[in-house]
């Protein structure tokens, strides 16, 4: 997994609320039993003209200069909400981004962009609405800077804000870690735990 | 000291404490379908990782299966047969449960979890699927994730999880004729938002709750996800206990007792506390119904469609204002009486066999008005041999429905089939999402009765006013 250190980029506004993993990759766009060539999928039904088709949408934000090199996305509230597909988060992060900043996540995506290197941002609406405003007045020359090591997201304006995620989040992020490798070095606990589990609830050992 | 259920099975199922909050959980089932399960088997084959009893892993196909009677592994949706096949063959390879197109336990993975007795009070259980706290209808503490995760927990049987806030949600009072569970969970997420459950997991008590039978407990923890809740249950009891006995994988006569006395502790605690409660008078649900693109844009079938105007929130109005731009509706219309093209019954929402009971009562020596197309997708193998033996099906098809093998079908376009461009569908399923059921397909989200009942009458349709 791609390590995230600190990532100064492009940031895309997409400010609607409840931006759920159907859009973000529509069932149709899910190809191949894979998490690779997603990236062509995401949004189509808000990139492209047609259903189905690869006419772009000139009105979508990811389809215009500078956006399209955008690596941190802002967003309204409850984005990822919906389906579980890591889809959504495969797409997202082969087609380049890195980063979401937005007031919420839906959790399961949250989960997903921690497993996949992309960094999912929380903060205050009015302040993704104020980063959005910032960005709108000169998309190339005003990016957005995210520092993991220190938590905090700076404006172009020179103001920084905390954020918050959780130590093991932060951790799996900031090495690249694998988080199955992880858990294992804990293996004998968790044999030890099943051991007397077996004891305790039979019946769940079918 | 006083303890929720919530953390009741939370702690009884955790390894360790890794900090903040962050707890090394142990997972009892893990469940998987072709469309994500498939890309977790194939993940641990890469990196050469067994799955750790594979005897306590399941799969189904459900999602992108065709559900046209004598189906193949041949699908409508583009490469769905490639996701069919794989699975089919890393399933038999890691040597989990399989239930497979043609198996008669066959069907959608929360509607044969509980009918097999795979979910059960108590246990934890996850799937790469979002509706997956479901089986919290049952008291087991089920949520979904994603592959990667799955991935994790087949191989470790444990996920590394930050442990939620909880909440209870109380339904006081009983519910008046003609409301069901899916009114009861829409009615929640219209008032309280998509978002106003995220990071909790979620308690339903009260009178109405209990009341309701298993079945329909399933379907209102089903869209807790569409609250934004991280997991949904309902405390076991005498009917659980009841429900769950004798399935196939539920516990042996020999080791009964034993279950059932740990199940009996499964209660919150007097005095026990939440870190939010909600409070809603059950005699204030009417049947309910979506009007936009979010679960949270609905209201009772007696309303109108509201006018963005009056919403004072700005994101939430813009939400509202596209909505209605795709929905094609103009704010202050009527609800009750806008056409519909098509209805559904289907999906993890509302497909077992108490859903198409009760839609049968409404549609017994009726006919589905002309130009709508119906559909009922039974949700499992099962299901729909019971519905058969009691003769459902023949009240189905003669009322103009169509009867079709299970599977999770027009819940989404992922069977690659649609009801078509710009077509008006009511809809037992659990989102109405842009493009959901298909491209520009618009969506009403309603229980099985009122789906029932609109279809009879070609437009939406308060069930209470049926002739």
């Given at each position: ?10 940031a ?29 999928g ?12 690869r006419?772009?949408n ?25 389906s ?11 087609w380049?981004?890195r980063?979401i ?16 290197g ?20 000169d998309?190339?020359g ?9 938590c ?9 804000y ?32 099943q ?12 | 000291m ?32 072709e ?9 641990l ?6 799955v ?27 490469g ?61 503490l ?16 444990t ?57 329909a ?21 005498d ?16 080791q ?10 499964l209660v919150?605690?007097e ?26 844009h609905?209201?009772g ?8 105007a ?34 559904f ?68 376009y ?54």
């Amino acid at each position: 997994m791609e390590k995230f250190t600190v990532l100064e980029a492009i940031a895309a506004p997409l400010l609607r609320i409840n931006i759920d993993t159907d859009v973000i990759i529509p069932s149709r766009e899910m190809k191949r039993v894979s998490k690779e060539g997603l990236s062509d999928g995401m949004f189509a039904n808000w990139r492209y003209k047609e259903p189905g088709g690869r006419e772009e949408n000139p009105e979508f934000v990811l389809n215009q200069e500078p956006y399209r090199r955008a690596q941190i996305l802002l967003s309204g509230d409850n984005f990822g909400c919906g389906s579980s597909r890591e889809h959504a988060v495969w797409a997202l992060a082969e087609w380049g981004i890195r980063a979401i900043v937005t007031p919420g996540f839906g959790n399961i995506f949250y989960g997903n962009c921690v497993r996949n290197g992309i960094l999912p941002v929380v903060l205050d609406n009015e302040i993704v609405e104020h980063l959005a405003r910032q960005v709108e007045a000169d998309p190339a020359g005003n990016k957005i800077k995210i520092d993991l090591t220190k938590c905090t997201v700076t404006a172009p304006d020179g103001q920084s804000y905390a954020f918050e995620i959780a130590p093991a989040d932060r951790e799996m992020l900031l090495e690249g870690l694998d988080a199955i490798a992880v858990t294992m070095r804990r293996d004998d606990e968790i044999l030890a735990f099943q051991a007397r589990d077996r004891l305790k609830r039979p019946w769940i050992y079918i | 000291m006083p303890y929720t259920v919530i953390e009741k099975i939370w702690d009884e199922h955790q390894i360790a404490d890794l900090g903040d909050g962050t707890c090394l959980i142990y997972i009892d089932r893990v469940f998987l379908h072709e469309r994500t399960g498939s890309v977790a088997l194939k993940g641990l084959e890469a990196t050469g990782r067994a799955v750790r009893n594979p005897e306590q892993a399941f799969c189904t196909m459900d999602h992108i299966v065709d559900t046209f009677p004598g189906r193949t592994d041949e699908t409508r949706m583009p490469g769905g047969t490639a996701f069919i096949q794989t699975t089919r063959e890393a399933a038999l390879k890691a040597g989990i449960n399989l239930f497979d197109l043609g198996d008669p336990r066959q069907g959608i993975a929360h509607v044969i979890s509980p009918e097999q007795g795979i979910a059960l009070p108590g246990v934890t259980l996850v799937c790469p699927d979002s509706h997956t706290g479901t089986l919290g209808g049952l008291g087991a503490l089920a949520w979904g994730i994603g592959s990667t995760e799955a991935e994790h927990a087949l191989a470790t049987k444990t996920l590394v999880v930050k442990k939620p806030r909880t909440m209870r949600v109380t339904f006081e009072g009983s519910l008046p004729q003609g409301v069901t569970a899916k009114d009861m969970i829409l009615k929640l997420i219209g008032e309280h938002t998509a978002s106003g459950g995220i990071g909790y997991a979620i308690e339903f008590a009260g009178q109405a709750v209990r009341d309701l039978e298993v079945e329909a407990r399933l379907t209102l923890c089903n869209m807790t996800i569409e609250f934004g809740a991280w997991s949904g249950l309902v405390a076991p009891d005498d009917k659980t206990i009841e429900y769950v006995k004798g399935r196939p994988f539920a516990p042996s006569e020999d080791q009964w007792d034993a279950a059932v006395k740990y199940w009996r502790t499964l209660v919150t605690d007097e005095g026990a506390t939440f870190d939010k409660e909600i409070t809603i008078d059950c005699a204030d649900i009417v049947p309910q119904i979506s009007w936009g693109t979010s679960p949270m844009h609905e209201t009772g079938i007696d309303q109108r469609v509201p006018d963005p105007a009056s919403e004072p929130n700005e994101a939430r109005r813009a939400a509202m204002e596209k909505a209605l731009e795709y929905m094609d509706l103009e704010p202050g219309a009527r609800l009750e009486g806008i056409p519909i093209d098509a209805a559904f019954i289907g999906s993890c929402t509302n497909s077992r066999i108490s859903d198409l009971r009760a839609a049968a009562a409404i549609l017994k020596g009726r006919k589905v008005a002309s130009g709508v197309k119906a559909i009922c997708v039974p949700g499992s193998g099962l299901v729909k041999a019971a519905a058969e033996a009691e003769g459902i099906d023949k009240i189905f098809t003669d009322a103009g429905f169509e009867w079709r093998e299970s599977g999770c079908s027009m819940c989404f376009y992922a069977g690659g089939e649609s009801f078509g461009l710009e077509e008006r569908v009511v809809s037992s399923t659990n989102r109405n999402f842009e493009n959901r059921q298909g491209p520009r397909t618009r969506t009403h989200l309603a229980s099985p009765t009122t789906v029932a009942a609109s279809a009879i009458k070609g437009h939406l349709t308060d069930v209470r006013n049926l002739d």
